[in-house]
Structure formats: C-alpha cells, structure tokens
C-alpha cells in the first residue's frame, strides 16, 4: 500500500509541476491543426477556382479577344498537343504548327481547317539548324496577332534506360526538340505579345516531372526543364500582359487510331475517371488559361498529384523500381 500511496502522490506532484507544459503543448497542437486546416481549406478554394469555376461561369470574352487570333504549335506529333491545337481552333484561334516532318501534321491542319473554319499553317523547322531555323518561322508570324504559343516535351522515347545506354545522337535530339525548340520558340514569340501587352505560353510537360523515375533521366530533365522554365517566365513577364502556364499532364488516353508512346500524358490506355481521351483533356485544360500558371489542366489529375507529393521519394522510387522490374 505504502509503495502505491508513493506512486500517487509522485504523480500527483508530477501532474502539478508539468501542468504549465501541458497547456503549452496544447496550444502548440492546436495552432498546427489550424495552421493545417487553413492550407487544406486554401487548396480546396484553389481546386474549384481552377476546375470548375471557369466552366460554370465561363468568360464573356472570347479566347481570341483575350489573348490573340493565331497560335504557334510545336510538337504536334505529340497527340495531346494535337488535340490541344484542336480545341484552340474550336474557339475560332487559327493555328501555325511548327515541325521538322511537315508530313507528321499535315492530315491534322487540313481536318482542323475544314472542319472549324480557321487558317493553318505548316513551317519546316530544323532546329539543329539553330539560327538558320528561326528565319522562316520569323517571316510567316510577321504581321500575325500571335496570341498563343503552345510547346509539348517530345516522349516518343520514354521506355525505362539508363543514361549510358543511350546513343549520343539520341541524347542530342531529345535536347534539341524539348529545350532549343521550346526555348527559341518563346525567344521569337514573346517580343510581339510584349508589345501588345497580351499573350499566352503554354509549355506542356508530364507527370515525370513530379517526381523522378529510374531509367529516365533525360525525359525526367527535360520536363523538369519546361516546368521551371515556365514557371520562371511566369516570373519575368506576368507584370507585361503575358499569362504563362506550365501544363503537367498525367495519363491520358488515347482515342485516335495512332498509338502514342508516351508515358504519363498519351500512353494508349483504357479510358476512365482518372485517365481521360484526349479530346476531354484538351477542353479541361484549355478552360485553366489565365486561371492557372501550373496545373494538371484535369482535375482528377490533380488529385493524383496531390497524393504523389504526400509519398516519400524513397517509397516512390522503391515502388517505380519494383514496377520496372516486373514489367
């Protein structure tokens, strides 16, 4: 008994002495759970701010008083972009696409022409070319109310390789067509949508971006680059009339009869909630223009992403290594 009535009164005075430490802690406790509560209740306005609200309540204004009448599209191979250069042509926009293989998008300018009663054109562009390449493109936008420039990351390579397994020339292909083009592209665009204090650029990357994946190293890169590029033109030019948005498509499924190889923003897939055809993404997307500098431009994409940057990077690249593994 003697040992218990110690016990008690030890906890008695225990109690008495921390009591002070105890209310600290619980004001401490609660600050955080507000402080948390604020940011989720922050992101949940931003969600719908993004997604929903520009759909139920659209803009009296029209995409082409906003911004401009023609876009300039480069890597239409990509068919997100297509689809992407196909919603802008819906809003009346009309469409310059910009590529090495003018065969690659020939059938899509003609269908968009014909179908939505808007001009395109084609330029042959080599970028290897560097200068030379920018002289043809400067010559057919002049003159032209350039609202948009669209560029998208080239993922027609995105099977799991290491760095040094991949051909030199391969490596200098995929620099040239995700950051010399995307990077001259808004060097020779921006100056007339400056000088007319409107404009938009729209650099599309992926979700490889979010976080990194063992054997893409240069795919991972290069859309990180688009992201922070975007992102710091966002920076440099928002102040001069210029909406720039990072686009971070995840899965996207694709509905025209081409496969697409790519990963995270076209692989051919069964089409669902979380992955939708091109032509649903497209017209999700372009409703984020001038709400949004970064977004999935989807918003179940969002939610995914959400819950990406909640794992750990070790989980994640545990996780991917295991898929590689057994795939």
Known sequence: MAA???FELLYRELSRSCSSYVETLALIGALYTASKAVVLL???CTFVRVHFLPRIIPSKKKL??????WAVVTGASEPVVKAYAEELARHGVSIVFVTQDPATVGDTAAS???????????ITADFFLHQKACKPITEAIQGKDIGFLVNCVDESSD???????VPEECLLDLVN???????????LVLPGMVDRSRGAVVNISSGYCCRPLPGTVMLTASTGYLDNFSRALHLEYSGKGIF?????PLQIASNRHQQSSSSSSSRSSREGWFVPNLDVYAHHAVSTLGVSN???????????YGLMRCIPEWIWVFGSRVLISQS
């Open 4 to 6: 218990v009535d110690s």
């Open 42 to 44: 922050s992101d949940c």
């Open 64 to 69: 082409t008083q906003r911004y401009g009448d």
């Open 112 to 122: 968009i022409s014909q179908n939505h009663r808007v001009e395109t054109l084609v």
């Open 159 to 165: 099977a799991p390789q290491s760095l040094t397994a």
């Open 177 to 187: 067509k995700n950051i010399v083009t995307a990077t001259l592209m808004t060097r």
């Open 244 to 248: 720039i948005q990072s686009l971070i």
């Open 294 to 304: 970064r977004t999935t431009g989807y918003w179940p994409h969002t939610l995914q």
